[in-house]
């Protein structure tokens, strides 16, 4: 398989472990990814809610644990770390603000359009970070609106872009009725991408690369969207099952005796939709005997 280069960064294989919380993905998961060769992924969403006995401290608990989680990630491999963040959470300027200082190698920036920053981060820090910033669309339009908003107000654009499909497991950035609408598959969004981030590698003179990201399984997958011209792809779902995984074995084995038929598609709280492995918790929700929150 090609290299995957971001930045100044060069990955082995070009294969981006994907950001899962609560504590799917931590630094277990990440670091055994990029000692293999491929970048590994840190979801810094809901930390504290791990913590027993959480509270008032949450946002103080969430913050000291991804330092923790970062720190052990960089002492358990030499490979490439990277943190998810969701822009949707009231805690995202705190995650990126943290994470910068930590010096994560890549921030994958997703579940809204990142055209904020706190004023807590300098235009200096952020033109001049070593961390390479990577935000996750679901459409060409959605690409552009970053790139160009980027380029106006930070003198400056992302690294590169990961552009997710409707198939993929946890968020999705689609209406309901384009989840199973085969014009918005991941096939027919990657070439319109392509075509958008091409006119921003001519301006800027420098490569920036598409990773495909949603509903990719298998090395056939791979090959195809690689083919297809994207640099790399994310997959997440993947490594749930595995040793090196951060969740629980019980976890673990939801995703093992899962059917087709146990995938639902919910409404998620940062009110998204989301796809999930039906549970009982989902039920009761369905039900209105719990809140999803």
Known sequence: MPKLRIGDLEVEKPIIQGGMGVGISMSGLASAVANKGGIGVISSVGMGMMIPGRGKKAREDNRNLLIEEIRKAKNMSGGIIGVNIMVALTDYD???KLSLDENVDIL?????????FS?????TQLRETRTKFVPIVSSARAAHIIFKFWQKNFNRIPDGVVVEGPLAGG????????IYDLDFALEKIVPDVLITIHQYEERFGREIPVIAAGGIYTGEDIHKFLELGVQGVQMATRFVATYECDASDEFKQSYIRCKKEDITIIDSPVGLPGRAIRNRFLDEVSAGARKPF
């Open 94 to 96: 705190d995650m990126v």
């Open 108 to 116: 994958f920036l997703g579940a809204g359009l990142p055209l904020r």
């Open 119 to 123: 004023k807590d981060i300098s235009l």
């Open 171 to 178: 968020h999705l950035g689609f209406k309901k009725e384009q």
